[in-house]
């Protein structure tokens, strides 16, 4: 015990602890700030809601057709994905019948697989080969718009006669009008337009659960 209280590591997290460690008070002004920056990007959805509504009815289309829904994005993006793929999936509200989709982040297998033979670019696109059919709809999450494996999933899915969603943020970045349908988020912030993107991608499991209710 002596011993361990006098080594290196103990002084040094010691030392940084009583002098390196910011105040442990949380500006609440700040807080106030982020907050109503959240509620005017979401706010701002409204002015889309035929975009929206379209989406909405492309998605119920799709799966009432017999297709399924592909879902893909990158870090925060990749958890909407998993989580719009689940909920159709498993449920959003109430217990209708499971639907089909997929969410192309969710495989580390295939994506290390992919991304180590065919480069990181394509560990979509390659699994849309795979799996996408002509009927189903991808749906690619992006804040920027920018990332090129997104490009790419979008190019395979055209080839197979997979429908796409894109739901941007910005100014939609490269993938700005090459969906079949788009939704921009306006904003510079990453995490507000990650914050409306995910109350899109629950008006879309609202509009499939009542469409199936």
């Not at 390196?20 to 990007?41: C, E, F, N, W, Y």
Request: glycine fraction near 10%; charge should be neutral.
């Amino acid at each position: 015990m002596t011993v361990f209280n006098a080594s290196p590591w103990r002084s040094v997290v010691t030392h940084e602890m009583k002098t390196g460690m910011k105040k442990d008070t949380v500006d609440t002004g700040r807080l106030k700030k982020a907050i109503a920056d959240s509620a005017k990007t979401v706010e701002s959805l409204a002015g889309q809601t035929q975009d929206v509504a379209a989406a909405c009815a492309a998605v119920v289309r799709a799966l009432r057709a017999g297709g399924k829904v592909l879902t893909a994005g990158h870090g925060g993006s990749a958890a909407e994905a998993l989580h719009m793929a689940e909920e159709f999936v498993g449920r959003f509200r109430t217990n209708r019948v499971s639907l089909p989709a997929v969410a192309l982040v969710a495989d580390s297998t295939a994506l290390t697989c992919i991304g180590n033979d065919f480069g990181f670019d394509r560990v979509f696109s390659r699994q849309v080969e795979g799996l996408g059919n002509k009927g189903d709809i991808l749906v690619l999450l992006s804040t920027s718009g920018n990332a090129p494996s997104l490009k790419y999933a979008l190019e395979a899915a055209r080839a197979k006669g997979v429908k796409v969603l894109c739901l941007l943020g910005r100014d939609g970045g490269a993938l700005a009008g090459l969906g079949d349908w788009e939704i921009v988020v306006k904003g510079n912030a990453t995490e507000r337009i990650q914050e409306a993107q995910l109350v899109l991608v629950h008006l879309i499991l609202d509009a499939v659960e009542e469409a199936y209710a």
